[in-house]
């Protein structure tokens, strides 16, 4: 195992949460931690992880028109978070449901451009941003 791997193991450990954001159609998918199989699947069953990147309206809340996902504390993900990320983005396309990537660290976008998955997506430097765009 390199340095770098430690430290990426050793980070904060993977939580996951959906919520509302300042509209009542905004969904907003908070994720921390690194975003990769043996995190996410060390935490959740894939049913309690797909609840989560469900595209129902939140409990009362209006149909979701905008998804954000809120990437500010993802350090890294690797290629079944990747796949997780762009499976989300067409389930929101088919649907009509925009979808953007908040808070993408240097690390991630490298990602995305390496993939250019950074194409595919609109990316906000903030949720708040996102919420506005």
């Known amino acids: 195992m390199t340095d770098t791997d430690s430290m990426i193991w050793k980070s904060t450990p993977f939580t996951i949460d959906r919520k509302t954001g300042k509209s009542p159609s905004t969904v907003i998918i908070k994720m921390c931690g690194p975003f990769t199989a043996r995190d996410m699947y060390g935490k959740l069953t894939p049913d309690e992880l797909q609840k989560v990147f469900d595209l129902t309206p939140m409990e009362g ?3 979701v028109e905008l998804n954000i996902l809120d990437l500010t504390d993802v350090p890294y993900v690797d290629s079944m978070g ?3 990320i762009v499976a989300h983005h067409v389930r ?3 649907r009509g449901i925009g979808m953007v990537a908040a ?11 390496l993939t250019r ?3 595919v997506f609109p990316m906000a430097t903030t949720v708040e941003e996102a919420e506005t765009a």
Do not use: S
């Open 117 to 119: 998955v950074d194409r």
């Open 92 to 94: 929101c396309h088919h």
């Open 61 to 63: 809340g209006a149909p």
């Open 82 to 84: 990747l796949g997780m």
């Open 103 to 113: 808070g993408v660290g240097a690390r991630v976008l490298q990602l995305l451009k």
